[in-house]
C-alpha cells in the first residue's frame, strides 16, 4: 500500500485482500466526486461480469442508499436484509439482479471531510460478526487515510500549477506592459505623421482632427456615439461618396442585399468614416483591378467587407477604426479575400451624446 503510485491502487489491493475476510460477495469504493453531490466508483471486487462493463458510469448520489447515506450522516450503515426493510423497495430489483441481500457501508472520513463510501455487499441475510466490525471499521479508516493523502497530493498539485501559471502570469504582463509601450509610441509617431500629411496636401484636416479627437477619447474610454436609427446599407454607400482616390480604370463594386434589411442603431456617420479608411487603403494598392464594398446582415450583426486591395491603411488610421469599432460594439478582421472586414451589431450597446446647446 505504500509503494502504490495512485490511491486506486491502495483501494483495489485493500478489497482484493478484505472482500474473502469478511465472507462478502463483491464490494465497492466510492469518493465524492469534486464539489458535487455525487459519488464516482474508483475501484470494486468481484462484481458480476455483466455489470463490469457499467461500472465506469457508475454513482451513487450522497444521502441516497445504503453508500450514500453513510457518507451523508457519517457513520456506518449496516442493512441485514435488503429485503426485509420496506424503504429498500427501489433496491429489491437491483438486490436481485446482482444477488446480495445485505450490505455494510462505512463512511471514509478524514478529519472535517467525508471523502467517500466503502460498501460490501453479502449474498446471504443477516448481521455481521461482531468480530468483523471492528476490522471493516479499521480497513475503512485505511483507505480514508489514502484517499486523504490522495486528495492532499492533488491540492499541492494544483498549488504548485497556479504558482506556475502566477509566474508565468507575471511574465507576459511584463512583456505586455513592454509591448503597450511600444504601440503607444509608434502610434503618437503615426499619429504625427497623420497629422502632417493633412497639412501638407491640405486636405482631409478636419477629417483627421475628428479622429485624432476620437481615438483620445476611445483611449481614455469616454468616446460616445451620436446614434440614429437608418438602413445598414447607407453609410456604405457615404463610404463610396466620401472616399477619394479612386485610380481611373479601377472598378469600384457595391454588393449589397436588394431587400429592405432591418433597421440599425449606431452612430452613422463613425461607420462611414471606417469604410473610408479602408476604401482609401484599397485604392492605394497597385495592380488592383477593381474594389468590392459590401454588406451583409445576419444574427443581429452587420458586417461590413471592403476587399480587393492588399494595402493596409497607415497606423493611425487603423487605430482609429480599431478604436471606433469597439467603441461601437464591433471589431475590425482582416478579410479572406484581401482587405478588411467591420463587424458590428444591429444595436449600438453605448449611449448617445446629449445634444449640444446653440453656440456652445
Request: contains cysteine; hydrophobic residues 45%.
Amino acid at each position: 500500500m505504500l509503494r502504490a503510485d495512485h490511491p486506486e491502487e491502495v483501494f483495489q489491493h485493500a478489497l482484493d485482500r478484505v472482500v474473502p475476510l469478511t465472507g462478502a460477495s463483491f464490494a465497492s469504493v466510492y469518493l465524492v466526486d469534486g464539489a458535487s453531490e455525487l459519488m464516482r466508483l474508483v475501484a470494486a471486487c468481484n462484481w458480476p461480469e455483466s455489470m463490469r462493463p457499467w461500472l465506469g458510469t457508475a454513482r451513487v448520489r450522497v444521502g441516497f442508499g445504503p453508500s450514500g447515506e453513510a457518507a451523508s450522516e457519517r457513520r456506518a450503515i449496516e442493512i441485514p436484509d435488503v429485503f426485509a426493510d420496506p424503504d429498500l423497495e427501489d433496491w429489491h430489483e437491483v438486490a436481485r439482479e446482482l444477488g446480495f441481500r445485505a450490505i455494510v457501508a462505512l463512511p471514509l472520513q478524514s478529519g472535517t471531510r467525508v471523502l467517500g463510501t466503502v460498501a460490501f455487499y453479502f449474498g446471504e441475510s443477516g448481521t455481521v460478526a461482531v468480530s468483523v466490525r471492528p476490522f471493516l471499521r479499521t480497513v475503512a479508516e485505511l483507505l480514508a487515510a489514502a484517499a486523504d493523502k490522495a486528495q492532499l497530493f492533488e491540492e499541492l498539485r494544483r498549488a504548485d500549477a497556479s504558482v506556475a501559471d502566477t509566474s508565468a502570469e507575471l511574465a507576459r504582463a511584463d512583456v505586455a506592459v513592454l509591448d503597450e509601450r511600444r504601440e503607444r509610441e509608434a502610434l503618437v509617431l503615426a499619429i504625427a505623421d497623420g497629422v502632417a500629411e493633412s497639412h501638407a496636401t491640405n486636405t482631409g484636416v478636419g477629417v483627421t482632427v475628428e479622429a485624432l479627437v476620437d481615438l483620445a477619447a476611445s483611449l481614455r474610454g469616454t468616446l460616445r456615439a451620436e446614434i440614429e436609427e437608418f438602413d445598414p446599407r447607407v453609410p456604405l454607400r457615404d463610404a463610396m461618396k466620401q472616399a477619394t482616390g479612386l485610380p481611373e480604370g479601377v472598378a469600384l463594386i457595391a454588393e449589397e442585399p436588394v431587400l429592405a434589411l432591418p433597421p440599425m442603431c449606431s452612430d452613422r456617420q463613425k461607420i462611414a468614416r471606417t469604410l473610408v479608411t479602408f476604401l482609401e487603403a484599397a485604392y492605394r494598392s497597385s495592380g488592383v483591378a477593381e474594389v468590392r464594398a459590401a454588406i451583409q446582415v445576419a444574427s443581429g450583426s452587420a458586417v461590413y467587407r471592403v476587399s480587393g486591395g492588399e494595402s493596409a491603411p497607415s497606423a493611425f488610421g487603423m487605430a482609429v477604426a480599431r478604436s471606433t469599432a469597439e467603441a461601437l460594439g464591433g471589431r475590425v478582421l482582416p478579410d479572406p479575400n484581401g482587405g478588411f472586414r467591420l463587424e458590428l451589431p444591429m444595436q449600438c450597446p453605448v449611449g448617445g451624446t446629449p445634444p449640444v446647446p446653440d453656440g456652445v
